[in-house]
């Protein structure tokens, strides 16, 4: 079964840090594009980073530029997202995607997607 499984949200006060994780499961993402998305209440889904495993490639929102790390592990079949300096504005359900044969060369879109995770919440207090 393909299945992406993320883990490592929580609650944190501004200016904290997490790290997010997203393991592949079923399948071997080197031809995939993985991407984290973001979405908070009332709003629409929004890429934050991407990564192209097989050549490190990667895109990085504005919004989080800076503050926001993307990279991943082959060997253990995870792409990870370092949070640093989190502002209230991060608080949203957070989301990894897989997109196979994708390209991280701007912000994707999520019908690009093919497999999502279940999603992990990130809660950022003032």
């Known amino acids: 079964e393909v299945q992406l499984v993320e883990s490592g949200g929580g609650w944190v006060q501004a200016g904290g840090s997490l790290r997010l994780n997203c393991t592949a499961s079923?399948?071997?993402?080197?031809?995939?594009?993985i991407g984290w998305f973001r979405q908070a209440p009332g709003k629409e889904r929004e890429e934050v980073s991407c990564i192209e495993p097989s050549d490190g490639s990667t895109y990085v929102a504005d919004s989080v530029k800076g503050r926001f790390t993307i990279s991943t592990d082959a060997a253990k079949n995870t792409v990870y997202l370092q949070m640093n300096d989190l502002k209230p504005e991060d608080t949203g359900v957070y989301y990894c995607?897989?997109?196979?044969?994708?390209?991280?060369?701007?912000?994707?879109?999520?019908?690009?997607?093919?497999?999502w995770g279940q999603g992990t919440q990130v809660t950022v207090s003032p």
């Open positions: 079923g399948f071997a993402f080197e031809e995939d594009a």
């Open positions: 995607a897989s997109d196979f044969l994708g390209v991280c060369d701007s912000e994707g879109q999520a019908d690009d997607y093919d497999t």
